[in-house]
């Protein structure tokens, strides 16, 4: 029996339900679908009590209600796709493993072990089609499709960043967030002025130290300007002007003083702790910021962000990275697990994450938290988006090269000129080092 009709079948015996699901392409696979009584067993990125544990777990429920099937979840938290390599080369595989766009590709989608999600996009949700309900500048990203050009990922929600600070404090923020980078040095010498410190920053965390840098880079030059630069197997993209310009911005930070006394021999998240407390203005973190730091605020705290500056000349965009769905090759019930995956994009579903998990969901019509609202409109405004670290996904690159000398430029060891040249020495040699 074909996906479309099991599906319509199972709308007939489930008329007047809320959601119509009709799958209307081929990918393969398993045919056990809706009402076959089948079971998918799904490896999550979530642990048992995580807010969006807690959402999957009830979308789970309403999907073996409706269409018969079961769902073999297995709640293993963020080593899931870890742990999905080696069993590769076994049979023990999970039919669906959800995980962030930059992990899946690692494990499936760059070396070709995910199946194309195909069924999943063609898949009637809400009247319309899957691929018609994730915006067109989200499914473009090269992270979530194949060398063949169809999507191996269904995106569920998204992370983004902002530069977040208390709105009951700084009303004009709201209004008037600095338009530039020369705008935003201006706020941040008014904010010593008055004696307040500017920036909070775990400097532990070098992950978010990055973000200064390739956003620098990302705005000036667009996205890709970093990841080209990586890629450059000779070095010689950091000779680019541009390059020693974004490095400049970030020893601008620390030259003028502007972050927080001890961050550069803090422990996360002292520094977060400080800020979400009122020890400095300013945090430029991701879009998880609220719900981790909102069991410690001080009262009142009213959560709201606006983007990195602008660069004049460039077009607007935005930080987006997704979790969301991918099918190992050797799944055993691949078609239940497309069906599984669309699920998750149901409006309610979609309207659940937004509100009840406090994430930015896929869909653009979904709910959200008003503490997001502001990281929404970037999103969907934006002209072009990138992924974190520019989708740089060359195995131990950031972690062993790129990071570490971030690092030291960001902690004041090192100043912009220095950093520009270790990169250089950096990259060759992680290159030479591939073979």
């Known amino acids: 029996m074909s996906t479309k009709s099991r599906i319509v079948r199972t709308l007939a015996v489930l008329a007047g339900a809320s959601m119509a699901l009709t799958a209307c392409g081929g990918g393969g696979g398993n045919d056990a679908g809706a009402k076959d009584g089948g079971t998918v067993t ?33 709640w293993q938290g963020r080593t899931n796709t870890k742990k999905i390599i080696p069993a590769l080369n076994t049979n023990n595989v999970p039919d669906i493993i959800d995980g962030s766009n930059a992990n899946l590709d690692i494990a499936l989608g760059s070396t070709g072990q995910a199946l194309p999600m195909t069924d999943a996009y063609n898949t009637e949700i809400d009247g319309k089609k899957l691929s018609e309900l994730i915006p067109a500048k989200f499914a473009a990203v090269s992270n979530i499709k194949g060398k063949d050009g169809q999507p191996w990922m269904v995106p569920y929600s998204l992370t983004s960043d902002g530069i977040w600070f208390d709105a ?21 010498d008014k904010e010593k002025a008055a004696g307040q410190t500017p920036i909070a920053a775990d400097g532990d965390i070098s992950g978010y130290s990055a973000y200064w840098f390739v956003s620098a880079l990302v705005h000036s030059e667009g996205p890709g300007a970093f990841n080209k630069i990586v890629t450059d197997k000779t070095g010689a993209g950091w000779d680019s002007p541009a390059v020693l310009a974004a490095a400049k911005t970030v020893q601008q930070l620390v030259d003028g003083n502007y972050l927080i006394d001890g961050y550069n021999a803090s422990k996360w998240p002292a520094q977060q702790q400080a800020w979400a407390t009122g020890g400095a203005d300013l945090l430029f973190n991701g879009s998880w910021i609220p719900t981790e730091t909102g069991t410690y605020a001080s009262p009142g705290f009213k959560y709201a962000s606006f983007p990195y500056p602008a660069v004049a000349g460039q077009p607007s965009m935005a930080r987006t990275d997704f979790t969301g769905f991918a099918i190992p090759k050797k799944a055993k019930n691949p078609a239940i697990a497309q069906e599984l995956a669309a699920f998750l994009l149901t409006k309610k579903n979609q309207d659940a994450m937004g509100t009840v998990a406090k994430v930015l969901p896929v869909r653009a019509d979904a709910a959200i938290s008003p503490e997001l609202a502001a990281l929404k409109k970037n999103i969907d405004g934006a002209e072009e988006i990138y992924l974190g670290n520019d989708g740089v996904t060359a195995p131990g690159y950031l972690e062993k090269n790129f990071n570490p000398t971030d690092d030291q430029l960001f902690l004041g060891k090192i100043d912009a000129g220095e950093f520009v040249s270790k990169m250089k020495s950096e990259t060759i040699a992680y290159w030479k080092a591939q073979g």
């Open 168 to 188: 009951e404090k700084n009303p004009d923020l709201v209004t008037n967030p600095p338009a530039s980078w020369d705008d935003f040095i201006s706020l941040l």
């Open 42 to 74: 799904y490896w999550s990125m979530w642990k048992v009590g995580e807010a969006q544990q807690k959402v999957l777990a009830s979308a789970i429920a309403d999907f073996e209600k409706e269409t018969g099937n079961k769902v073999d979840v297995q």
